[in-house]
């Protein structure tokens, strides 16, 4: 069992910044991937990005969020972060972590999820 606090969201103006964490119960190297998803209201749930044990990444395929928001893993202190610069309004969204014993865009192949937390962003 695998279980997954993140912090961070908040209300931010368009253009701002805010850093995501997602702080797990268990090593990393107890599964194999982490990753952040997001759901707006009416939309289905979407991969941003996810990072392997290792350190491989892979961001959405849309190109929504390339050059603007960065994954990275302290797997000393059991947590990946998401780093997201210059938001827009289209970012707003109840952001998701979760863990998953193989690679993969669908959230159906995660195993375990936070309770989400919610970004925000006025234009």
């Known amino acids: 069992q ?5 912090s961070g969201g908040g ?29 707006a209201p ?15 990444i892979i961001y959405d395929d849309t190109g929504s969020v390339k050059g603007r928001f960065t994954i990275s893993r302290d797997n000393a202190k059991n947590t990946v972060y998401l780093q997201m610069n210059n938001l827009i ?6 952001y ?8 993969s ?6 195993d375990y999820w936070g309770q989400g937390t919610q970004v925000t962003v006025s234009s």
């Open 105 to 110: 865009r669908a959230p159906l192949a995660y």
């Open 42 to 56: 009416g939309k289905e749930r979407e991969l941003v990005a996810l990072i392997t044990w290792s350190g491989a």
């Open 96 to 103: 998701y972590c979760a863990t998953a014993s193989v690679v």
């Open 2 to 6: 695998v279980h997954l606090v993140e």
């Open 89 to 94: 309004p289209n970012d707003t969204a109840l």
């Open 11 to 39: 209300l931010v103006q368009a253009g701002g910044s805010l850093r995501l964490s997602c702080v797990a119960s268990v090593r990393a190297s107890g599964y194999s991937t982490t990753g952040w998803f997001r759901q």
